[in-house]
């Protein structure tokens, strides 16, 4: 079983950074296509970014410019760099994973990948 762990969530005023991080309990990151969603109380949830198993990103629509995915193999992580965050960013992140083979053309897919994560909470104040 294929279990995301997260790690990396806080507290942050408008403007500010934070970098979250993604590891695979018990296998490789590089095996999988990886990404970010987050839901807010009261809220659908939102694909963030996704990055396939060639490091091919894809973003939401409103993350394009401040938040940026990458993979780090020797670290065995994925990581979501977040900038200029803004108090509707403010929502519980998490990680999800698919299948290596999977192919998903949108970078708000990762709501509809397999395998999640606990997720981390983000807190954006004004």
């Known amino acids: 079983q294929v279990q995301p762990v997260e790690s990396g969530g806080g507290s942050v005023q408008s403007g500010g950074s934070l970098r979250l991080s993604c590891a695979v309990s018990?296998?490789?990151?590089?095996?999988?296509?990886m990404g970010w969603f987050r839901q807010a109380p009261g809220k659908e949830r939102e694909g963030i970014a996704t990055?396939?198993?060639?490091?091919?990103?894809r973003y939401a629509d409103f993350v394009k410019g401040r938040f940026i995915l990458s993979r780090d193999n020797a670290k065995n992580t994925v990581d979501l760099q977040m900038n200029s965050l803004k108090p509707e960013d403010s929502a519980m992140y998490f990680c999800?994973?698919?299948?290596?083979?999977?192919?998903?053309?949108?970078?708000?897919?990762?709501?509809?990948?397999?395998?999640r994560g606990q997720g981390t909470q983000v807190t954006v104040s004004s």
């Open positions: 018990g296998s490789t990151v590089s095996k999988y296509y």
């Open positions: 999800a994973a698919a299948p290596g083979h999977y192919y998903f053309e949108a970078g708000s897919a990762a709501v509809r990948f397999p395998f």
């Open positions: 990055i396939d198993v060639n490091n091919i990103t």
